[in-house]
């Protein structure tokens, strides 16, 4: 999502809720939300740039403004796909 998107055009990021089974379908399900976590912080979190690239940069930037709005990313679940996948970097896992 550009940055442009949330700052300039205030767009509502705080209303993409999913419900529990979201990130095993990847699917929004038009259901009540199970637990409210926010959409935007969990598609970040599926965004495994490496460190160095230009990419992970961006989305630093994007990770610090909706910090900035009261959404904390650091805080939020990284997906065990994620997980999995980085289970012998530890170091990675804190930075991304």
Partial sequence: ??????????????????TKNYEETREV???????????????????????????????MKIVTFLNEKGLDYWNSKIPEKIQERYKDDPEYLSKY
């Fill in 1 to 18: 999502m550009p940055i442009f998107l949330l700052t300039e055009h205030n767009s509502d990021y705080k209303i993409f809720n999913y």
């Fill in 29 to 59: 399900s038009k259901a009540k939300p199970i637990y409210k976590e926010n959409m935007i912080l969990t598609e970040l979190r599926f965004l495994d740039f490496s460190l160095d690239s230009e990419d992970y940069t961006y989305k």
